[in-house]
C-alpha cells in the first residue's frame, strides 16, 4: 500500500474544504497536532479520536437538525 494515494473521497466533493477545516477544528479541541500533510508521527489512537469525534458532532447536528422539523436532507 503506498504511502502517497488515499481511497477517502469526499461523497460531495464541494464539500471537501469543508471537511478538512472540520477535522483541524475538532483536532484542535483534542489536543492533536494534526498538520496539513503528513501525519505518520501520529497514532491510530489519535487519528481515530479525530475522526470519531467528527462522527459525534455530525450526528449531533443532524439530530438537533431533524428535532427541529427542519428537513432539508430527507432520506
Same mark, same amino acid.
Given at each position: 500500500?503506498?504511502?502517497?494515494?488515499s481511497s477517502n473521497r469526499a461523497v460531495v466533493p464541494e464539500a471537501k474544504?469543508?471537511?478538512?477545516?472540520? !477535522?483541524?477544528?475538532? %483536532?484542535? @479541541?483534542?489536543?492533536?497536532?494534526?498538520?496539513?500533510?503528513?501525519?505518520?508521527n501520529l497514532t491510530s489512537k489519535q487519528n481515530g479520536s479525530v475522526g470519531?469525534?467528527?462522527?459525534? !458532532?455530525?450526528?449531533? %447536528?443532524? @439530530?438537533?437538525?431533524?428535532?427541529?422539523?427542519?428537513?432539508?436532507?430527507?432520506?
Amino acid at each position: 500500500m503506498s504511502n502517497t494515494t488515499s481511497s477517502n473521497r469526499a461523497v460531495v466533493p464541494e464539500a471537501k474544504g469543508a471537511l478538512d477545516r472540520f !477535522k483541524f477544528e475538532v %483536532a484542535n @479541541e483534542l489536543g492533536v497536532p494534526l498538520t496539513d500533510g503528513y501525519n505518520g508521527n501520529l497514532t491510530s489512537k489519535q487519528n481515530g479520536s479525530v475522526g470519531g469525534y467528527m462522527v459525534k !458532532k455530525m450526528i449531533e %447536528a443532524q @439530530e438537533r437538525q431533524m428535532s427541529t422539523g427542519s428537513q432539508s436532507g430527507q432520506f
